[in-house]
């Protein structure tokens, strides 16, 4: 079986000089190997290209239920070194003696004040149907980064799961997913 179209349409749109706006999303059962695919792919397409000008943050959303944990994954990609177990007990320690000291409730800066340092990013989000976020709740965060923030994004799903899940998802869709592709298993 090919997917040569799909490989054909993710360099074209990661060669776009700005995100069209809207997200790709790769579609197949579950076990079909879209992840593996795609990791292959991306590491084929970077071969040859400078590392320096785009880079991935990939998220599996599976088993994730709040927009939080979500920007925690991302910002654990970011500063992977910030995220370390040890570095998180230092964090906690130190935002509790600031806390303290200063008499300030730090948990409400937010994560994503620090996203917007992720230029020349591309966002792929794993596992999507696997998510516990309701999806139109789920779709409309991701939308923001798309959108407003004009990343390209790979989305990697069953896409008959979700529709079997959410009411809305054929309704809501269409505003960030441009474009679906159905992943064919190798035999």
């Not at 999303?25 to 400078?50: C, Q, S, V």
């Not at 994503?112 to 230029?119: M, Q, R, S």
């Amino acid at each position: 079986m090919n997917n040569q179209n799909i490989t054909e349409f993710l360099e074209y749109y990661l060669n776009l000089p700005q995100s069209p706006e809207y997200a790709v999303m790769i579609d197949a059962p579950w076990g079909a190997g879209k992840t593996y695919f795609i990791r292959n792919f991306l590491e084929k397409y970077y071969e040859n290209k400078d590392s320096k000008k785009e880079r991935f943050l990939w998220v599996s959303l599976y088993g994730l239920s709040s927009i939080e944990e979500i920007e925690a994954a991302i910002f654990a990609q970011l500063h992977p070194m910030l995220s370390h177990k040890g570095m998180a007990l230092t964090g906690k320690l130190l935002k509790e003696g600031l806390k303290a000291a200063i008499n300030l409730d730090l948990s409400t800066i937010k994560i994503p004040d620090y996203l917007k340092d992720i230029d020349n990013t591309v966002l792929i989000f794993d596992d999507v149907e696997r998510c516990s976020i309701e999806m139109n709740k789920l779709l409309g965060y991701l939308n923001h980064f798309v959108e407003n923030q004009n990343h390209k994004m790979i989305l990697i799903a069953n896409e008959q799961e979700i529709e079997t899940h959410s009411e809305q998802y054929k309704k809501i869709k269409e505003k960030l997913i441009g474009k679906v592709f159905k992943y064919e298993a190798s035999s």
